[in-house]
């Protein structure tokens, strides 16, 4: 089993930044972030693999960046320039050498002036 534990949500303005921290119970493999909003499906928002490489949703290129410090067990999801559209719940994931696939509990973003 891997807990998960999500920090760094909160208000921010827009064109503001926050940095989203996932602490993880024990090692991982590799992990990434989701977020929804209410009535919508969740969807993928930075998913990272080897080698450091990440994938990203396109409405988020060139303003997030997910990284990983594994000597904490902890990814990192840092968000620039955020707009309104970017407020959800955002979610983060990791495998572990099983790839069996944890989540975290959820952490409120909220980009509103």
């Known amino acids: 089993q891997v807990q998960l534990v999500e920090s760094g949500g909160g208000l921010v303005q827009p064109g503001g930044s926050l940095r989203l921290s996932c602490k993880a119970s024990?090692?991982?493999?590799?992990g990434g972030w989701h977020r929804q909003v209410p009535g919508k499906e969740r969807e993928m928002v930075a998913q990272?693999?080897?080698?450091?490489?990440?994938n990203y949703a396109d409405s988020v290129k060139g303003r997030f960046t997910a990284s990983r410090d594994i000597a904490t067990n902890t990814l990192y999801l840092e968000m620039n320039s955020l707009k309104p559209e970017d407020t959800a719940v955002y979610f983060c994931?990791?495998?572990?050498?099983?790839?069996?696939?944890?989540w975290g509990q959820g952490i409120q973003v909220t980009v509103s002036s």
């Open positions: 994931y990791v495998y572990d050498d099983s790839l069996r696939d944890y």
């Open positions: 990272m693999a080897n080698a450091g490489n990440s």
């Open positions: 024990r090692s991982i493999f590799m």
